[in-house]
């Protein structure tokens, strides 16, 4: 084994594996390294409080969770899930919907996608769980136990009797559309029939043979619907477990012409909850003390008597800071000879107090002044090991700042950039990866959020605001207008993957009108979908606006909107003041910057279809052979040993191939070969043993 220096040289430092963006707790897996005890324990007890009054009388209750920007907020519902997971359904819900005409929709989409997911040592699904414990088939009575002492098994062989089981049992609850609801529950228990009575109650839109399928006429459609939907599952789940409805990240919500958050619709929500006794939920609102401080006076005050009790994240203490510098160094500790005496070494106690010296501060800060001094002890020993001939030989690694005095400010900024660009493309590769394996059809998402994650896109590489719609009522989220400067034609855009035929009938009379009424020059319809059989009213006028027109249709690939759907994190996290790179927080503008510079963008096939990027036929080629291309593994490699300054090659290679699973060790080691050919960088110590050698980058 090693000693600690010789570990430090090797490994990736660890404040920069700290996800720098508010996670989903169900999508992403998430780091303990927070997960002190101590640390915001009263916030827990408090709501554990209102949970068991929940318990106790099944009324819908609020809590609203404030704190700054890196107080642990995002990461707090996460630990309140982990904790409270065994005593209630957890549900997260971004706050990212695409206009507020859509809310219910939106949170039902996230229950439900909440719902689907099996918790920590179990084997079934929140859904199924919940389902399984409903009084329906817990509660028997005396005749039931006698004839069929498991309900449950009996009642799934035969659906009307499932049906009007419960229907009997939960006569009383004001059961939203009741036939249909719980046949979707009977559905639930067939394994054939279980994806689509998940999409049917996540409020897709299904074809006409899934319908069938599901014995359903329609398909969630309005925001009455979708409200009374949810409501269903807290009027008949008195009996067992509340469902916690958790809303992250108020700052994603559309905004209104005056670049306020468009708030109030959902106080509105959150007092619906209450008002028309949405039962069993306990509702959590996770805000920023400013944004909660700057939309007080746009909030009525029937609403603000909704929540219940507001809680302040405090600041901790640092013995608290502490024992999160000792969790994230605890694997470099281990991979040494001889543990240091001290839990935090490289680093010291003395250097939180100069550093604090009110004694309290935020968990962000933590992690990002443990960053820049654990880089400052890694590099000083970099330094001491090596003489200064051998530091600048052959123009290789001189060292970020050893300049002359009149170049130091310039050069030091410019790697600065240079660090925040490579950490950041690092942080997109990861995102990308994470979306690759959620999204696996394009119909998962919403096509309002399809086009809110497209125009996000045309706002950055066109850096304009896009405020109109092509299309007016009930499709108009479906769509958006845009000027390509300098030119003056308004380009439609309008994406739908609705299956089903009825719907696509609308949107395509609704961009027949938008045509007749000159609202744009030249229309685009982005559609991976069918566009249905040709005696279909729907495809008749789909023809008549894409045959022999300069309208375009476009069928996108699942890669473009992988692309879309991590800038459209990225958006987010800079929106919430959670994307930190390099320990600066980076805003929407300075995002959009770095975007444009990197052109990370203009890869997507879907943008460069559109005309707003342009065309890269190698990215063309590419996609269509489905051959691998290894560019991405190259530019992470020199990414990473950016953010590193210098590594293990054993380390850079394990990084690679943790990130890209698909790609071979022989190739990771030839994309290395080929940095070092092109001089971007050297192998420090070649003659060394392959576990022992160590790269570094070579400074222009």
Known sequence: MSNIDDVIIREVNPFNRINSKPMNFWEEPQKASLNVDSIHQEVINDVQEFLDLVVTDHRSRSVMIVGDPGSGKSHLLGRLKRTLNSQAFFVYILCDWADSNNIWRHILRYTVDSL???????????????????SAFTKRSLKQRIFNDNIWEFLLNDRQKFIKHLKDTYKTARIYNPDIFFGLLHDLTNPELYTLACEWLRGDSLSEESMQSLRVKQCIETEDEAKNILANFGRISKETKPIVLCFDNLDTMPKLSDTFLDIQPFFDVNTTIHGESLKNFLVIISIITNTLNIHQSRIQQADKAGIHKTIKLKAINLEQAEAIWAYLLSDLHQQASKSPESPIFPLSKQLLENSFPGKRTYPRNVINLGMIEYKKYKDDIRNNNQSDTTANNDGAEQRYGDSGSEDKTKQKKDNSEELIK???????????????????????????????????????????????????????SYSLIYQKLPQKNKIGIVWTEDAN???????????????????????????????GQARLVGNQIYQQIFTGTNHIHIKPSLTSVH???????????????????????????????????????????????????????????????????????????????????????????????DQFPSVKENDVQLLIDMLCQEKRVEIINPKAKFQDKLICLIAK
Not at 448 to 457: C, F, K, T
Not at 511 to 528: F, S
């Open 422 to 476: 490579a950490e950041l493309q690092i942080l997109w590769e990861r995102e990308y990866k994470k979306n690759q394996e959620k999204i696996k059809k394009i119909n998962l998402i919403g096509s309002s959020d399809l086009i809110r994650m497209l125009q996000e896109a045309v706002e950055m590489l066109q850096e304009q605001q896009l405020k109109s719609r092509l299309l007016t009522g009930r499709f108009a």
């Open 116 to 134: 689907i997911q099996i918790p920590d040592e179990q084997k079934e699904s929140q859904l199924i769980l919940w389902l399984k414990s409903l």
């Open 501 to 531: 035929m009825n719907g696509f009938f609308h949107v395509m009379s609704a961009c027949q009108r938008a045509i007749q009424q000159n609202n744009c020059h030249t229309l685009y319809l982005i559609r991976l979908g069918s566009v």
């Open 563 to 657: 692309y879309l759907a991590t800038y459209h994190s990225l958006v987010n996290s800079a929106l919430s003041q959670e994307l930190v790179i390099q320990g600066k927080v980076v805003n929407l503008q300075y995002l959009q910057s770095l975007m444009r510079s990197l052109k990370i963008l203009n890869k997507c096939i879907l943008l460069q279809d559109l005309g707003i990027v342009d065309k890269q036929q190698d990215y063309q080629n590419n996609e269509k052979r489905k051959t691998q291309d290894l560019r991405p593994v190259k530019d992470f490699l020199l990414n990473l040993v950016k953010t590193q300054n210098f590594m293990g090659v054993p380390t850079l290679i394990k990084n690679a191939v």
